[in-house]
């Protein structure tokens, strides 16, 4: 019987806002349209500096609008994972972290409770070159709330006490003042993003954008910068990890372009605002930073042209729209080729809502000409192909990588299953290998490798990978005999890897089962496979991928929706572990230590108790019980 509530509770979260159960609100009572308080967004073109002056990047000289292939002594065709320029040169940001009640945001609707980067829902871009070194002060001055920092698909060789993943490479950082500094090269270049890997805090507002200058596949005339995408809720993050406990998440209530949006029925807000150059060809980073919803990408009238996925360039592939789940990059060029005016750059949602959608009806952000007149585009366009979920399967690396297939054995060891268990309390538990990932804030999995002791808890879901530069295999299978299963976009700290292959692509609304077996051999790629560090777990199906043992460390791989991750949906290979131990460098010992030892002397005056898995927090930290009962 709880099986069959569980099912229900999420097929109400899925359907219902699509008027399927009930009709979406279509007025805006409930969204508290107040007149906008102090604390509002910056204007689009200050976003990035309003604090600090935005820091020169020079490319070398070669790096010219007919030649991105070239960067110095290096180009396009170097492999970042065996070369590449180390510059010297530190880049250095300070990011301050607040707490707002009652804020309105971009859209006009005010929001109980928001966190912020350098006083904004977005924090400033992090810029340098590929070489340099990022050194990154972050201040927490949040009321109650630790908080550590991750630098999204950065694989952190040799620093991976930096990763900021809390209760696997550090301790929170301690509200009311605590700092600490994280420093890491850019061995790799490309579009990126950080957000804080404490509680739900990136979904309220703990989130920005990184970008490393290196090589492309494509010469271009114009880099747009990043432009990250990201669903909106008017509830915190922390309320809605709390209801999705016990059913279906909700959609989002808006969708925010670098930023900015505009409400469906009050017109609040502004579009973000995109300038194109007639005759030229365009990058644009685009950035998934949400947390719950995927997105479906196309710009009205032109094609794009992808070169680069996640931070691993491609060859160039000309596209009509791309799907971008959680935390997947990829960098486009668009031509400047079309008629001078407006047009819409549209966000759709696919999979018969499997994963995501929006009560905003049409969000949009404006690509406009330069030299056409200001103004909303007239024509919406032509919806894109239905992507079901699922990532493009056949992007090219322009750096190749042969591995073996053929000689893979599906095995006890090599395989993840992962479940959803409705059976206790709460409703929904999330599980990998048969194990909700708990981790502790207090003695982080470094923890133990420091002090050599291999007796982890089981509920941290460590697996140990002592192999050295070999290929391992992980066979991840989504839920295949359970009552009902979900796409999931998997991350992998610490690693690219390569996508080897996955079940047939259906609907994942058809629930179709497919468990690997050796007939599925034959559908695996092992010359030059898609590379990246997110991938979609097709809904019951499976997904087999592979990275090499050459970086050691402890590294999460966990589903980037929020609300699963919190419930449990993570294991952490811990790769190496007497060679990691090594490594450490006194200098990382000493923040280690200085950071956890601050955090445990704040850790007995917390308020509030530590309530899911610790990489996303169930109780809205910082804000009284009553409240939470009288919203």
Same mark, same amino acid.
């Given at each position: 019987m709880k099986s069959f509530i569980g099912v229900a509770a999420l097929l109400m979260g899925?359907?219902?806002?699509?008027?399927?159960?009930?009709?979406?609100?279509?007025?805006?009572?409930?969204?508290?349209?107040?007149?906008?308080?102090?604390?509002?967004?910056?204007?689009?073109?200050?976003?990035?500096?309003?604090?600090?002056?935005?820091?020169?990047?020079?490319?070398?000289?070669?790096?010219?609008?007919?030649?991105?292939?070239?960067?110095?002594?290096?180009?396009?065709?170097?492999?970042?994972?065996?070369?590449?320029?180390?510059?010297?040169?530190?880049?250095?940001?300070?990011?301050?972290?607040?707490?707002?009640?009652?804020?309105?945001?971009?859209?006009?609707?005010?929001?109980?409770?928001?966190?912020?980067?350098?006083?904004?829902?977005?924090?400033?871009?992090?810029?340098?070159?590929?070489?340099? !070194?990022?050194?990154?002060?972050?201040?927490?001055?949040?009321?109650?709330?630790?908080?550590?920092?991750?630098?999204?698909?950065?694989?952190?060789?040799?620093?991976?006490?930096?990763?900021g993943a809390n209760g696997v490479t550090d301790c929170p950082i301690p509200p009311k003042?605590?700092?600490?500094?994280?420093?890491?090269?850019? $061995?790799?270049?490309?579009?990126?993003?950080?957000?804080?890997?404490?509680?739900? $805090?990136?979904?309220?507002?703990?989130?920005?954008?990184?970008?490393?200058?290196?090589?492309?596949?494509?010469?271009?005339?114009?880099?747009?910068?990043?432009?990250?995408?990201?669903?909106?809720?008017?509830?915190?993050?922390?309320?809605?990890?709390?209801?999705?406990?016990?059913?279906?998440?909700?959609?989002?209530?808006?969708?925010?372009?670098?930023?900015?949006?505009?409400?469906?029925?009050?017109?609040?807000?502004?579009?973000?605002?995109?300038?194109?150059?007639?005759?030229?060809?365009?990058?644009?980073?685009?950035?998934?930073?949400?947390?719950?919803?995927?997105?479906?990408?196309?710009?009205?009238?032109?094609?794009?042209?992808?070169?680069?996925?996640?931070?691993?360039?491609?060859?160039?592939?000309?596209?009509?729209?791309?799907?971008?789940?959680?935390?997947?990059?990829?960098?486009? !060029?668009?031509?400047?080729?079309?008629?001078?005016?407006?047009?819409?750059?549209?966000?759709?949602?696919?999979?018969?809502?499997?994963?995501?959608?929006?009560?905003?009806?049409?969000?949009?952000?404006?690509?406009?000409?330069?030299?056409?007149?200001?103004?909303?585009?007239?024509?919406?366009?032509?919806?894109?192909?239905?992507?079901?979920?699922?990532?493009?399967?056949?992007?090219?690396?322009?750096?190749?990588?042969?591995?073996?297939?053929?000689?893979?054995?599906?095995?006890?060891?090599?395989?993840?299953?992962?479940?959803?268990?409705?059976?206790?309390?709460?409703?929904?538990?999330?599980?990998?290998?048969?194990?909700?990932?708990?981790?502790?804030? $207090?003695?982080?999995?470094?923890?133990?490798?420091?002090?050599?002791?291999?007796?982890?808890?089981?509920?941290?879901?460590?697996?140990?990978?002592?192999?050295?530069?070999?290929?391992?295999?992980?066979?991840?299978?989504?839920?295949?005999?359970?009552?009902?299963?979900?796409?999931?976009?998997?991350?992998?700290?610490?690693?690219?890897?390569?996508?080897?292959?996955?079940?047939?692509?259906?609907?994942?609304?058809?629930?179709?089962?497919?468990?690997?077996?050796?007939?599925?051999?034959?559908?695996?790629?092992?010359?030059?496979?898609?590379?990246?560090?997110?991938?979609?777990?097709?809904?019951?199906?499976?997904?087999?991928?592979?990275?090499?043992?050459?970086?050691?460390?402890?590294?999460?791989?966990?589903?980037?929706?929020?609300?699963?991750?919190?419930?449990?949906?993570?294991?952490?290979?811990?790769?190496?572990?007497?060679?990691?131990?090594?490594?450490?460098?006194?200098?990382?010992?000493?923040?280690?230590?200085?950071?956890?030892?601050?955090?445990?002397?704040?850790?007995?005056?917390?308020?509030?108790?530590?309530?899911?898995?610790?990489?996303?927090?169930?109780?809205?930290?910082?804000?009284?019980?009553?409240?939470?009962?009288?919203?």
């Open positions: 899925i359907l219902a806002p699509r008027g399927i159960f009930a009709a979406p609100p279509v007025t805006p009572v409930q969204r508290d349209l107040a007149p906008r308080d102090l604390v509002v967004p910056l204007p689009l073109e200050e976003r990035d500096s309003h604090l600090e002056a935005r820091q020169a990047i020079t490319p070398p000289s070669c790096h010219t609008a007919s030649n991105r292939a070239c960067w110095g002594s290096f180009n396009i065709n170097t492999d970042y994972e065996v070369a590449g320029p180390n510059t010297g040169v530190v880049r250095s940001y300070t990011l301050t972290l607040t707490e707002v009640d009652n804020w309105t945001g971009p859209d006009g609707v005010v929001k109980h409770k928001v966190m912020l980067v350098n006083g904004n829902i977005l924090g400033p871009t992090l810029e340098a070159n590929w070489g340099d !070194t990022f050194q990154i002060n972050v201040i927490n001055n949040l009321r109650t709330n630790g908080t550590t920092i991750h630098w999204h698909g950065f694989h952190q060789k040799g620093s991976n006490l930096h990763d003042g605590g700092s600490r500094i994280y420093r890491f090269r850019a $061995q790799q270049y490309g579009t990126s993003w950080y957000h804080s890997h404490f509680s739900a $805090q990136y979904g309220n507002g703990i989130v920005g954008t990184i970008v490393v200058h290196g090589p492309a596949s494509l010469p271009y005339d114009i880099d747009l910068g990043a432009f990250p995408i990201t669903d909106y809720y008017y509830k915190s993050a922390d309320e809605l990890v709390e209801l999705t406990k016990n059913a279906g998440p909700p959609f989002g209530d808006n969708v925010l372009f670098k930023g900015l949006g505009k409400h469906p029925v009050t017109g609040v807000g502004q579009y973000a605002n995109i300038t194109l150059t007639p005759g030229k060809r365009h990058r644009l980073r685009l950035i998934n930073t949400s947390t719950e919803n995927h997105f479906q990408l196309n710009l009205q009238n032109h094609s794009m042209t992808i070169i680069a996925s996640d931070m691993v360039p491609v060859q160039a592939q000309t596209v009509n729209s791309v799907f971008l789940a959680v935390g997947q990059r990829l960098d486009v !060029t668009i031509d400047g080729n079309q008629s001078i005016g407006n047009y819409w750059f549209n966000v759709t949602f696919g999979g018969q809502a499997f994963c995501g959608g929006s009560l905003h009806p049409n969000p949009a952000a404006i690509f406009h000409y330069a030299g056409a007149p200001g103004g909303v585009p007239t024509n919406r366009g032509v919806a894109p192909v239905d992507h079901q979920c699922l990532d493009l399967p056949n992007l090219t690396p322009v750096v190749s990588r042969t591995v073996p297939v053929n000689n893979f054995v599906k095995k006890v060891d090599n395989t993840l299953p992962v479940t959803l268990d409705l059976s206790g309390t709460p409703l929904f538990v999330w599980k990998v290998n048969g194990s909700a990932i708990d981790v502790d804030w $207090q003695k982080p999995t470094v923890d133990f490798v420091l002090s050599q002791n291999t007796s982890y808890p089981p509920e941290a879901n460590v697996i140990t990978v002592n192999s050295v530069n070999q290929w391992t295999y992980w066979l991840i299978e989504n839920d295949p005999d359970g009552p009902f299963s979900l796409p999931h976009p998997m991350h992998l700290h610490g690693h690219d890897f390569v996508v080897l292959g996955r079940s047939p692509d259906v609907q994942p609304g058809s629930q179709q089962r497919f468990v690997f077996s050796p007939a599925d051999l034959g559908r695996l790629r092992g010359n030059n496979p898609v590379r990246r560090d997110v991938t979609m777990l097709p809904a019951k199906g499976w997904l087999l991928i592979a990275f090499k043992s050459d970086n050691p460390g402890a590294w999460l791989f966990h589903c980037h929706i929020a609300w699963h991750v919190s419930g449990g949906l993570s294991v952490q290979y811990l790769e190496r572990p007497n060679e990691f131990r090594q490594q450490i460098s006194t200098a990382d010992r000493t923040i280690h230590d200085n950071v956890c030892n601050a955090w445990r002397a704040y850790w007995p005056t917390n308020p509030f108790p530590k309530g899911d898995s610790g990489l996303r927090k169930r109780k809205n930290v910082g804000e009284s019980e009553e409240w939470m009962i009288r919203t």
